[in-house]
């Protein structure tokens, strides 16, 4: 009567072990979809702009298609590209209302800037 038992046991244990796996193997697939090397691109008005933060953040707000309205915060990084046409030019430069193209990725922390280029109004 003990092996039935212990062949259950052995089934059981196994079958914990393979959803533990399974389950590990789901949270490392979704974090290498979030973290792709995909780069967006909005083009909008600045809603806010946090050049004194750590680390700073800029959200605009754009158009997505034709009539869909979407706004993206990003993390401004060290060595993201912020021009007034081909002039490098410093985030504090930047104000809201300011018309710019926003490119950028989504990393494991967030979405992480690329480039800032800022339209004369």
Same mark, same amino acid.
């Given at each position: 009567?003990?092996?039935?038992?212990?062949?259950?046991?052995?089934?059981?244990?196994?079958?914990?072990?393979?959803?533990?796996?399974?389950?590990?193997?789901?949270?490392?697939?979704?974090?290498?979809?979030?973290?792709?090397?995909?780069? !967006?691109?909005?083009?909008?008005?600045?809603?806010?702009?946090?050049?004194?933060?750590?680390?700073?953040?800029?959200?605009?707000?754009?158009? !997505?298609?034709?009539?869909?309205?979407?706004?993206?915060?990003?993390?401004?990084?060290?060595?993201?590209?912020?021009?007034?046409?081909?002039?490098?030019?410093?985030?504090?430069?930047? !104000?809201?209302?300011?018309?710019?193209?926003?490119?950028?990725?989504?990393?494991?922390?967030?979405?992480?800037?690329?480039?800032?280029?800022? !339209?004369?109004?």
């Amino acid at each position: 009567m003990n092996q039935p038992r212990s062949s259950l046991l052995g089934v059981l244990v196994i079958g914990a072990l393979l959803c533990v796996a399974f389950a590990g193997l789901g949270s490392l697939l979704s974090s290498v979809y979030a973290a792709n090397n995909t780069v !967006h691109e909005i083009r909008g008005t600045v809603q806010s702009v946090s050049p004194g933060d750590t680390p700073p953040v800029i959200v605009v707000k754009g158009l !997505h298609g034709s009539k869909e309205e979407i706004v993206v915060g990003a993390m401004v990084k060290q060595g993201a590209n912020v021009l007034r046409g081909k002039k490098k030019i410093g985030l504090d430069q930047i !104000h809201p209302g300011d018309n710019v193209t926003l490119k950028y990725v989504k990393t494991r922390e967030g979405l992480t800037v690329r480039s800032i280029v800022l !339209h004369r109004n």
